[in-house]
C-alpha cells in the first residue's frame, strides 16, 4: 500500500543533542515538504524538494538542513536541538507540480527539546 | 501570491445538525482550492478539492465544498454533524503566480456535542 511514513512518532532529547528525523513515501512521488506546525495549529513550509539533490528553504526560517539523495527519502536534520526547536514536524509529498497538487501528510514526529 | 483565512478558531455544533467551515483565498491566479482534517497526534488528512468544474465538490465522510468566485470563498459543509466529526480542519489554496506549495490556513477546530 503506498504510504508515507515518519519515525519516530514521539522523541524527547536533551539540548545540544543531533536529531534526524525521517521521512518515506512509496508512491514515487518528485516533491516532498517539511512543515513544522506549532501548539497554535499553524503550519509552516520550512523546507521542499522538487527531486533528487533538489532541496530549498520554505516560508519559515529553521535552522535544520534536509536532503534528498533518493526519491523515497527526504530527513530533516537538527545539527544542535535547542528549547525553541519543540514543535511537530509534518512531512508531505505530491506527485504534480506542488504549486497545484494534493500534498499527501505522514503522521508527524512530536518532537521535545529539555 | 497566495493567501487564506479562517475566520473562526472554533465551531461548535450538536450531533445531527448541519455544520459550516468557513474559508476565504486570496490568489493571483486560478485557484487551487483543498480542505483537510487532522485527528489529534496525527498528519493532515484529504478531504476534497476544487481544481475547475462544478461549484460544488463532495468529498469523504460526507463533507462537501461551495466555491464562490465572486465571494472568494470555499466553505466545508455536511448536512448533519456526527461526534467523530470532531478535529481540526485545515483550508488550503494553490495556483499562486511562483508558488511552489499550498498555503495553508490557521485551522478550525470544529467540535460536536451529542
Known amino acids: ?114 | 501570491a497566495q493567501s487564506v483565512a479562517q475566520p473562526e478558531d472554533q465551531v461548535n455544533v450538536a450531533e445531527g445538525n448541519p455544520l459550516t467551515v468557513k474559508c476565504t483565498y486570496s490568489v493571483s491566479g486560478n485557484p487551487y482550492l483543498f480542505w483537510y482534517v487532522q485527528y489529534p497526534n496525527r498528519g493532515l488528512q484529504f478531504l476534497l478539492k476544487y481544481i475547475t468544474g462544478d461549484n460544488l465538490v463532495k468529498g469523504s465522510y460526507g463533507f462537501e465544498a461551495e466555491f464562490n468566485k465572486s465571494q472568494t470563498s470555499f466553505h466545508l459543509k455536511k448536512p448533519s454533524a456526527l461526534v467523530s466529526d470532531s478535529a481540526l480542519y485545515f483550508c488550503a489554496v494553490g495556483g499562486g503566480t511562483g508558488r511552489r506549495a499550498l498555503t495553508f490556513g490557521s485551522g478550525t477546530r470544529l467540535q460536536v456535542q451529542p
Open chain 1, 1 to 114: 500500500e503506498a504510504d508515507i511514513y515518519q519515525t519516530p512518532r514521539y522523541l524527547v532529547i536533551g539540548t545540544g543533542k543531533k536529531i534526524t528525523l525521517e521521512c518515506s513515501q512509496t508512491m514515487g512521488h518528485d516533491k516532498m515538504y517539511w512543515y513544522q506546525q506549532d501548539p497554535g495549529m499553524e503550519l509552516h513550509l520550512i523546507h521542499y524538494s522538487y527531486g533528487v539533490n533538489s532541496t530549498e528553504k520554505g516560508d519559515l526560517s529553521s535552522e535544520s538542513t534536509v536532503s534528498r539523495i533518493r526519491t523515497e527519502h527526504f530527513p530533516l536534520t537538527l545539527e544542535s536541538a535547542r528549547p525553541s526547536h519543540t514543535s511537530q514536524y509534518l512531512c508531505a509529498s505530491s506527485l504534480g507540480t506542488g504549486g497545484t497538487d494534493t500534498q499527501y501528510f505522514g503522521p508527524g514526529t512530536r518532537l521535545t527539546v529539555l
